[in-house]
């Protein structure tokens, strides 16, 4: 299973924004393209793939979206935003919970994120333009792809995740954060991972 791990250090979080306003829900508009190039696919979705959110924004941070989608989720790239607030409005506090099939939501720090994946023993790669060339990476199938917003990853634990990630670039210049996850998701799939 492919994971992708999106950060921000603005994204509300709580669903108490405007789905048609996403610039000023802390540029919600940034993680939707990101989560629609991790898992759609033309006439169907990535059934291999899971999505994290970490959000950082206010006013309740940070808070933890994670994602698969199955057959029971009703979802269209249209309506991305929309999904993203139900899930914030369903959080309850203390707890990890599924508040819509596939889709958990809990309070819950950037590195305890990664570091949870880590401790279930999926390969973690930072995404980074100076890592090593993606198409030379050594990349298991139980794979984590981390990266953040335009305003990056959070500066204070990236000492720490840089111990238990792989850098690794998709080019040498600064691409979206979406394309950065098209390009993930084409290099998996010519491997046939």
């Known amino acids: 299973m492919r994971e992708f791990v999106y950060f921000s250090q603005s994204a509300r979080t709580s669903g108490n924004f405007d789905a048609n306003k996403l610039m ?47 057959d029971e989720l009703e979802i269209s790239k249209k ?14 506090k203390g707890k990890k919970e599924e508040v ?17 994946l880590a401790e279930e023993g999926k390969e973690i790669f930072v995404l980074d333009k100076h890592g090593e060339d993606i198409r030379k990476a050594e990349i298991p199938e139980d794979c984590v792809f981390v990266l953040g917003d335009h305003e990056g990853l959070p500066k204070k634990e990236l000492k720490r995740l840089k111990e238990i990630a792989t850098k690794v670039s998709v080019g040498n210049k600064i691409y979206f954060a979406s394309q950065t996850v098209a390009v993930v998701n084409n290099e998996l799939d010519y491997r046939g991972i």
Not at 79 to 92: C, P
């Open 24 to 70: 000023e829900a802390g540029r919600m508009d940034i993680a939707i393209h990101s989560f629609i190039q991790g898992v759609f696919l033309s006439h169907g979705f990535r059934k291999d793939a899971k999505f994290h959110f970490i959000f950082y924004g206010q006013p309740d941070p940070p808070k933890h979206i994670e994602i698969q989608v199955t």
């Open 79 to 92: 309506d991305v935003g929309n999904l993203i607030r139900k899930i914030l409005y369903k959080y309850k």
């Open 100 to 116: 819509l099939p596939g889709c958990f939501i809990e309070k819950k720090s950037f590195l305890n994120v990664i570091e949870e």
